[in-house]
């Protein structure tokens, strides 16, 4: 399967914002980047892994969770094997190591949105550390 590198991740005070980078690499059998959903996950301290957004590079559709929906924005481009998220009005509760996950499926990217947990999914990243200070 693919490989996943989330970066972009930081100290930022509460109000801020950050715009994390999910870089997509090592297509294999003819995949390509648009053969992918990519989906953000979040996992704050003490806390399960949460799906927090994703997108089908496929026709673009996106899908946030209703903690995020409205402070947050997911898009892709295609050019750069890229998925990008960017977190705006950032809280202390935004507090959390981000993950990105590729998988063919959007239908079942969709589904682990509402997984706690880690759910079962083609690639994942290593993380990208956010800290929200009050």
């Known amino acids: 399967e693919v490989q996943l590198v989330e970066s972009g991740g930081g100290l930022v005070q509460a109000g801020g914002s950050l715009t994390l980078s999910c870089t997509v690499s090592?297509?294999?059998?003819?995949?390509?980047?648009?053969?992918?959903?990519i989906g953000w996950f979040r996992q704050a301290p003490g806390k399960e892994r949460e799906g927090i957004a994703c997108?089908?590079?496929?026709?673009?559709?996106?899908y946030y969770a209703d903690s995020v929906k409205y402070r947050h924005t997911i898009r892709s481009d295609k050019s750069k094997n890229t998925v990008y998220l960017h977190l705006d009005r950032l809280n202390p509760e935004d507090t959390a190591v981000y993950y990105c996950?590729?998988?063919?499926?959007?239908?079942?990217?969709?589904?682990?949105?509402?997984?706690?947990?880690?759910?079962?999914?083609?690639?994942w990243g290593q993380g990208t550390q956010v800290v929200v200070s009050s």
């Open positions: 090592g297509f294999t059998s003819g995949f390509t980047f648009d053969d992918y959903a």
């Open positions: 996950a590729a998988n063919k499926r959007f239908y079942f990217l969709i589904q682990a949105m509402g997984v706690m947990g880690r759910p079962s999914l083609d690639s």
């Open positions: 997108i089908g590079n496929s026709d673009g559709s996106k």
